[in-house]
């Protein structure tokens, strides 16, 4: 157990809907990260919080967003979703803003567009 | 453009030989590099580091080579063991370019008894 919690585990909406994922991280982090995983693919990076704030940015689409609140959860929201959003999206934490290599992972939230 | 790359999708290696999954990158910046394993239906987790100004780093089971020349890293697993079957993601960090982790795609890796 990471002490990364993700929720929901798994997610099946159709195309054009909205959905909010949530990342809570280990007690104690104040760095939360956003990863996308599609099918075969590599984990790609999408955004990185610190404290509130916005650290790193990656290959996020202009339809995602997310935020970090002050009990230091983290939301990833997904609109217009299109078929091809459907992918393993993980959250991670750090203690600190600079990534010294080890994150902590949750188990991941499946989206599946429909 | 993938910065970190992974050509062996899946490897199978029989139980007590030497499994060796490797890993190239591009950007010559990269200060720090690592290795994630993942089992079905969780998240990765941390594996082995090494430092761009290393060549080797061992912990265990488990050794990591880089060879900046070549711009190649490589961990090396002796003797593997079953539980060794997951998903290896090999990392690299670059502290000039806003601090981003960048994975590569994996590669599957299978222990025969």
């Known amino acids: 157990d990471s002490g990364v919690t993700q929720t929901p585990k798994h997610l099946i909406t159709a195309t054009g809907q909205r959905v909010t994922l949530r990342c809570s991280p280990r007690s104690g982090d104040l760095s939360v990260y956003w990863y996308q995983q599609s099918l075969d693919q590599g984990l790609q990076f999408l955004i990185q919080?610190?404290?509130?704030?916005?650290?790193a940015k990656g290959n996020i689409l202009e339809r995602f967003s997310a935020q970090q609140f002050p009990d230091l959860h983290s939301e990833l929201n997904l609109s217009s979703l299109e078929l091809g959003d459907s992918a393993l999206y993980f959250c991670?934490?750090?203690?600190?803003?600079?990534?010294?290599?080890?994150?902590?992972f949750g188990e991941g939230s499946r989206l599946t567009v429909l | 453009d993938q910065q970190v790359k992974q050509n062996s999708p899946s490897l199978s290696v029989q139980e007590g030989r030497i499994s060796i999954l490797n890993c190239d990158y591009t950007n010559s910046m990269f200060d720090y590099f690592l290795w994630y394993k993942k089992y079905p239906a969780e998240g990765p987790t941390f594996l082995i580091s090494i430092s761009s100004i290393k060549d080797k780093n061992e912990d265990g089971r488990f050794t990591v080579f880089l060879n900046k020349s070549a711009k190649h890293l490589s961990l090396h697993i002796v003797p593997s063991q079953p539980g060794d079957s997951a998903v290896y993601f090999c990392?690299?960090?670059?502290?000039?370019?806003?601090?981003?982790?960048?994975f590569g795609s994996g590669t599957r890796l299978s222990i025969r008894p």
């Open positions: 990392a690299a960090i670059s502290y000039s370019s806003a601090s981003k982790i960048i």
């Open positions: 919080y610190y404290n509130g704030e916005e650290r």
């Open positions: 991670a934490s750090s203690a600190s803003g600079r990534p010294t290599g080890e994150l902590f």
